[in-house]
């Protein structure tokens, strides 16, 4: 314990509490045994109720003597006995620092609050931390001596200062504390009574044990003050401007003194300076009156620029607001990621600046319009302050696509002429939401540079988790003997963040079907995986739904991996083609056992015969045949295929016409001449093309390419050959499953795909495995818009994580968990490329918006700087134009002839 919590924490005193005991009125709600009443059944002394036997109880808890009496199983409860949570919310606003004899009404605040965090601790339980005034800090409850001195460090760094926001951070709190708790307030209260009771009966609503802490002074109490007495209020802080205001009187002090300086001697010399004064009498008294003005001004706009550090409107001179704000705003599962000791995520502070910066430049006087990561929709906006509380601008568990987000913007500008427009966009910078590499930026950039008075600034939070952990449910198999059936979990637990790692043991919480148990794994480097870990299930358990938890960090959304499981379906694939030297290695591919648990099956139609595919059973579907029209009725199937979630893979038909589909289409055959091409760029960190589990790259680099058919259109290229050609692309306008366009064929006249076998092996079953997530009882899926299908009301959540919040049915696809409808199950899951901490470069971001006008501003989750400097810049321009005005002021007069008769007037005063 550290000198400065001593100050506060009387060893004496905790002595003395330790015989004590913190309880709370009410049933609490916790997630280990403890001390204080639950609501729930448990294992105790205190015996509750009897309770029929169900499937999947615990056999141990069966009492055999009513089995002995009834001839029925009952299970036997008991009163469960639980921790506590305890919140303590502290004032620190600018009154608590009044106290008599070096003793504040914080000093006591922090005695009350650290011994009370201490108790808890002891016996323990859980405990948090809220400051109240101008530097809020927010600690969630936890367990350990590691938090208790977080909080108690937190504690001892409270200062008062700023005016009181106790309502709003009791309001606050109840918000955010989302399981019962005790909350503490120690407070003087100043605040009226009638303010201070709809927040405490807000806490008492949502289930809290609450109690209230007055702090006053003996001498407010007694009120003995027998002398007139000046009284200041302490949160205000308009005294220092009050007195400031008489500084603008300076320059006028210093003149007058100056005047005062000047003496009048009566010789010849002075009286003829006199005498040309008075000529030029009136033109020097101007310029004295305008130098002095000058100054004055300059002074008062300090004044103000230092008491109000924000300012707007025609303040700013700054070109005046714009006619429209648009603001991108990423949702992605990584913009989640929060500060450890305030509870933020990127995504929180940065809509919070960017609605603090919009309201303090443009106010009302420009139109807003939202457009979110998610939804890609634009929304029109009455006010910048709306942002925080969007249901647009929530969490969620979805991946961003940064071009889709400006291809949006673009469409928005160019339909609805917005005029002179500002682009925010908030994003934490992920490699992978940017698409660097993708084809789309190049059209992008050329559209946005042909618009006249657009402007892009980018509110940015690149900085990744430290000491990150991220799990992974990969494979779910049921397996089931004579005497017993399990679950076999391939698990991959990913470590971010540690260049040297050291080994560490990660607690693994499985959950299956609401029975949890804990798996102790050690992580001795960076990434950890466990293949075919058995979990014992019930043999009566078909199918069900589970999840792997890891322990709480600075970035929860990867802490989580949701699984269902069921009958496993068959693998199943068709091959549309004519062709022979098409079918025949790639049956052979798809009919390979991959995973030997599993059964696959691949079936070959005739191109005449598309119409025979059995689109529900199916996950993979090779298209070696001309792109049907968009309004045939094959375009609209192959688009419903991908939309529930499969995979398709079109091959280039011989006669190769301008069809598009998926917003890609043929664009003619080529070839290599005597040299086949080989590819030069192929992405190995995600898709069709990645490294294997153990980091080994596929031989994509080995491949040669005799003709290939160009790709053009809109997508995400995989791989390329030659000239900046794509070999391999998949098509970024529908969202579920995938749709990718290969520029070749795998006949020995077209590449070696065929002849090298591996890389066509693995694009083949990553593609059936991604397909396959569609298929079955039980499914999994990634969190988009639109992955559960047009009726989202159908479904219903079954299981998310401890203490998250249910969404609405519009926002279920955006969240992680598991949902049902029917007897389907889907595990809904972050997208893979969320776990990818890749950050793009300040290189690769200029070279991106290269020729458009764009603004880059970095923040972090421990800064608490305005994102507004407007008003430093109105200050700077107004010192800038007084200084130079009173420089030309000061300039001297250029010198010319005397004047004739006021010579000859000097000569005959001084002969006379």
Avoid at 410 to 438: F, P
Avoid at 816 to 821: D, F, I, L, P
Avoid at 862 to 867: F, K, T
């Amino acid at each position: 314990m550290s000198a400065q919590q001593r100050d506060f924490l009387d060893p004496d005193v905790l002595s003395r509490l330790l015989a004590l005991q913190l309880h709370a009125r009410q049933a609490m709600i916790g997630n280990i045994s403890g001390k204080h009443r639950s609501p729930v059944r448990g294992s105790s002394l205190e015996f509750a109720q009897y309770r029929k036997y169900v499937p999947g109880d615990d056999t141990r808890r069966l009492d055999w003597r009513m089995w002995g009496r009834s001839d029925r199983f009952y299970i036997k409860e008991f009163e469960a006995d639980t921790n506590l949570r305890l919140c303590l919310l502290i004032d620190a606003s600018g009154s608590m620092g009044y106290g008599e004899d070096g003793a504040t009404r914080l000093d006591y605040a922090r005695q009350l609050g650290g011994t009370l965090a201490y108790l808890a601790a002891q016996q323990g339980d859980a405990t948090g931390f809220w400051s109240v005034g101008d530097a809020k800090t927010e600690i969630p409850s936890r367990r350990g001596a590691s938090h208790l001195r977080l909080v108690l460090d937190q504690i001892a760094q409270m200062k008062p200062a700023g005016k009181t926001t106790l309502l709003e951070s009791i309001h606050e709190a109840a918000e955010k504390i989302s399981q019962r708790a005790l909350v503490i307030l120690i407070s003087d209260l100043f605040v009226p009574p009638s303010e201070l009771k709809p927040g405490l009966q807000h806490l008492r609503f949502r289930k809290h044990d609450v109690v209230v802490l007055h702090l006053l002074d003996q001498r407010e109490l007694d009120f003995d003050f027998d002398r007139p007495a000046r009284f200041v209020d302490m949160e205000g802080g308009e005294t220092l401007f009050l007195w400031a205001l008489p500084l603008i009187a300076l320059p006028v002090i210093i003149h007058l003194i100056h005047l005062h300086r000047r003496r009048t001697v009566k010789w010849a010399a002075m009286m003829f300076l006199l005498a040309a004064q008075r000529m030029n009498k009136g033109f020097s008294r101007l310029r004295q009156i305008l130098i002095l003005a000058f100054r004055v001004l300059a002074l008062l706009a300090l004044i103000f620029v230092i008491s109000r550090p924000l300012s707007g409107g025609w303040l700013g001179l700054t070109g005046g607001a714009p006619d429209t704000v648009m603001i991108l705003v990423d949702r992605s599962a990584s913009m989640e990621q929060q500060n450890v000791i305030t509870g933020v995520s990127k995504r929180a502070l940065g809509l919070r600046n960017l609605a603090k910066a919009i309201k303090d430049t443009v106010g009302t006087r420009s139109r807003l319009v939202l457009i979110d990561s998610a939804d890609l929709k634009p929304l029109s906006l009455e006010r910048a302050d709306a942002l925080v509380d969007l249901p647009q601008t929530e969490a969620t568990d979805t991946t961003a696509d940064v071009p889709a987000m400006l291809q949006g913007a673009l469409d928005y500008i160019t339909r609805n002429k917005t005029g002179r427009t500002d682009v925010w966009l908030l994003s934490d910078m992920q490699a992978g939401d940017w698409d660097a590499n993708g084809g789309r930026w190049e059209a992008l950039r050329g559209a946005f540079m042909s618009l006249q008075g657009v402007r892009f600034r980018l509110l940015c939070y690149p900085q990744p988790a430290k000491d990150n952990l991220g799990v992974t449910v990969e494979r779910v198999v049921r397996r089931e003997t004579a005497d017993k059936a399990e679950l076999l979990l391939d698990i991959r637990v990913v470590r971010q963040g540690d260049a040297s790692p050291q080994p560490v043991e990660v607690p693994l919480r499985v959950v299956v079907n609401g029975v949890s148990s804990v798996l102790k794994v050690e992580l001795k480097e960076n990434q950890l995986l466990l293949q075919a870990q058995a979990v014992p299930v019930d043999k009566a358990t078909k199918r069900g739904w589970g999840r792997i938890e890891l322990p709480a960090d600075s970035f929860a959304a990867d802490n989580i991996s949701h699984f269902v499981f069921d009958e496993p379906a068959v693998l199943r694939s068709v091959i549309v083609s004519d062709d022979e030297t098409v079918v025949e290695p790639i049956k052979a591919a798809l009919s390979a056992a991959a995973d030997p648990t599993r059964k696959y099956a691949a079936t070959v139609l005739a191109v005449s015969h598309a119409a025979e595919i059995p689109w529900d059973d199916v996950a993979l579907i090779v298209w070696q045949a001309p792109l049907p029209k968009s309004d045939n009725i094959a375009a609209t199937q192959l688009q419903n295929h991908v939309a529930a979630g499969r995979s398709i893979i079109f091959l280039p038909s011989e006669a190769a016409d301008d069809a598009q589909l998926f917003g890609l289409h043929w664009a003619g055959w080529q070839r290599s001449g005597d040299k086949p091409k080989n590819v030069e760029w192929w992405r190995n960190d995600a898709g069709l093309l990645a490294n294997t589990r153990d980091g080994a790259a596929l031989p994509v680099g080995e491949l040669e390419v005799l003709r290939n058919c160009v790709i053009a259109g809109e997508g995400v290229p995989l791989a390329r050959v030659g000239a900046n050609q794509s070999l391999l692309m998949r098509s970024s306008v529908e969202r579920g499953g995938g749709a990718y366009f290969l520029g070749t064929l795998p006949g020995s006249s077209a590449s070696s795909l065929a002849r090298d076998g591996v890389v066509m092996f693995a694009m083949l079953h990553r593609a059936l495995n991604d397909g396959a997530r569609g298929l079955g009882k039980a499914q999994e899926r990634f969190c988009a818009q639109g992955v559960l299908g047009d009726d989202s009301a159908k479904w219903r959540p079954v299981s998310a994580a401890k203490d998250a919040v249910v969404p609405s049915a519009t926002a279920l696809a955006l969240r992680a968990g598991v949902v049902e409808s029917g007897e389907k199950l889907v595990a809904l899951n972050r997208p893979p490329s969320e776990d990818n901490p890749q950050v793009l470069t300040s290189v690769t971001l200029d070279g991106l918006f290269k020729g458009i006008d764009y603004e880059r501003v970095e923040d972090t989750l421990e800064s608490n700087r305005s994102l507004t400097s407007e008003v430093w810049r109105t200050f700077l321009i107004a010192m800038a134009l007084f200084i130079v005005g009173e420089a030309l002021l000061c300039m001297p007069q250029k010198r010319g002839a005397a004047p004739v008769e006021n010579s000859s007037a000097f000569a005959s005063n001084t002969s006379a």
